[in-house]
């Protein structure tokens, strides 16, 4: 393939079906807009250029979707969709191939697209589905040769070409300079007085093109969206797919209808995955990690072993070989967990490196911290890391014990094997293998008369 292909994305529709304030091409297939998910597609197809044509919501759409690569084409006015392409077309070079995609149909795959693009100069190729149920679409027009001869549009077609049931899913591919002679001469005198892409498909024949079909492998990936129910739809075929995919990976999933994957998730052999799970981002799991009921997971990479109890959240953070996590933990960004660590219900962590074998078990708050290795800390221990301007590092080397319900109040240091008093509020340095009590001291007194009521 010499000519370089150049991607124009059509978004400039309303959605007013979506009954949104957000345009309907920023509303979300797994987590992210479908617009985003059209332009990350048409980045592994290698294009030299990608346009996207926008008008409703156009400073909403440009501004929710940095991207330096794109070029975006407005569209005043919704005048059709061979409109909407010749708003691009200025910024296409004459020697391009041009692929059309559209902003509310998300999930195309990349194999079905490449094999459009692929196509010669002399080729217009058009990917079409059969459906039982054609209603609503653009019909594919053939000969008795059975060569496409026109796309004639739901309502401007006969009672005979409505019967048809292969229809134009709207995606095609073919030269700029075809697109370039043929869009001046669109008409909008049809049914819906618009200017219709699909028309040139007549024009292409008539130039004597040849005109080929790809299909897609799934029918799901040229599903359009135009209310929350498609929207639904989608987003429950993406995530079937996900799943099949981490199972033939290697994962075990306990329900694969209740895992969410937000982003890209990698798993190594033996995952296992319990039900209701979310994961965002760029997660990957390493081998024989398990996954308890109810966790949210975020940008984390857990290596082998390790085990995530039901109900935690980690946003951010790396879990080592064979640590254990929760049930009920959250661990915030920069959350580094060694090997063998324990964090366990109820315990916050935040920027903090946890050294191999040590156990944060139970209540507490580590932020901006640096534990050792076989650090104990106690139930209740609480890092007083803020003055409510400046954020202070406490650490606590090797082999530190943190009695239970331990204020300590940052910056502050306690070195290797010293041992701190339950109930102590720490606030100066604590020297190798000392001990630090620092509470009220208890008095107990005897035969105390309690109050009585008068
Ligand atoms: C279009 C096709 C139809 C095909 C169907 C597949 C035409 C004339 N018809 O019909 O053959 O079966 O898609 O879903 O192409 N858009 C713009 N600017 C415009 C008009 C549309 O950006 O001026 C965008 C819309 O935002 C939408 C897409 O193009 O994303 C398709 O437009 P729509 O009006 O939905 O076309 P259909 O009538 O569905
Ligand atoms: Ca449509």
Redesign the pocket.
Known sequence: MTQPLHVII????Q?SRMKSRLP??LHGVAGKPMLHHVIDTARTLDAAGIHG?I?HGADQVREATPAADLHWAL?AE???????VAQALPQVPDDARVLVL????PLTGSATLRRLAEAGDDTLSLLTVNLDNPE???RIVRNSAGEVQA?V?QKDASPEQRAIRE????ILSVAARHLKHWLPKLSNSNAQG?Y???DIIAMAVADGLRVAVAHPDNAFEVQ?V?NRVQLAELERWHQGREAHRLMTEGATLMDPARLDVRGEVTVGPDVLIDVNVVLEGQVSLGAGVAIGPGCVIRNARIADGAVIHAHSVIDGAEVGEGAQVGPFARLRPGTVLAENTKVGNFVETKKAQVGAGSKINHLSYVGDATLGRDVNVGAGTITCNYDGVNKFQTVLEDGVFVGSNTALVAPVTVARGATIGAGSTITRDIAADELAVARGRQRNIADWPRPQKK
């Open positions: 059509l978004a400039a529709g959605g309907k091409v044509v008008g569209q919704q005048l059709g969709t061979g409109h909407a559209y902003g509310d149909v609503g679409y653009g796309i549009e229809v134009n899913t709207g618009e219709y892409l699909t359009g135009n």
